[in-house]
């Protein structure tokens, strides 16, 4: 079984700095993408940031500038450092990864974690 867990989440004031993480566990071949999305009260899922196997990362226009993902692809955990956070990055944050059970099955399934609650006060 795979298990995505995160932590880090939590109340923060506007301008000030989180670190989110997830850690990967269980049976895991290995991992293709990761990636981090968020969902705000009475609004959609949305993509945050993602990030290959090979290192390539992709983030919203709306958190460019301020949020840096980062992998430990030795580890299979992933980093969020979230800077200069505003009231509007108040969601919970979800995990996701895209994982390779088995060498003998290549194809990966998609998993999420939990999610942790980040809130940026005005």
């Known amino acids: 079984q795979v298990r995505l867990v995160e932590s880090g989440g939590g109340l923060v004031q506007a301008g000030g700095s989180l670190r989110l993480s997830c850690a990967a566990s269980?049976?895991?071949?290995?991992?293709?993408?990761m990636g981090w999305y968020r969902q705000a009260p009475g609004k959609q899922r949305e993509l945050v940031a993602t990030i290959t196997s090979g290192g390539s990362t992709n983030y919203a226009e709306s958190v460019k500038g301020r949020f840096t993902i980062s992998r430990d692809s030795a580890k299979n955990t992933m980093n969020l450092q979230m800077n200069s956070l505003k009231p509007e990055d108040t969601a919970v944050y979800y995990c996701?990864?895209?994982?390779?059970?088995?060498?003998?099955?290549?194809?990966?399934?998609?998993?999420w974690g939990q999610g942790t609650q980040v809130t940026v006060s005005s």
């Open positions: 996701n990864a895209a994982i390779v059970v088995t060498m003998y099955k290549p194809i990966p399934g998609d998993y």
């Open positions: 269980g049976t895991i071949f290995s991992i293709n993408s």
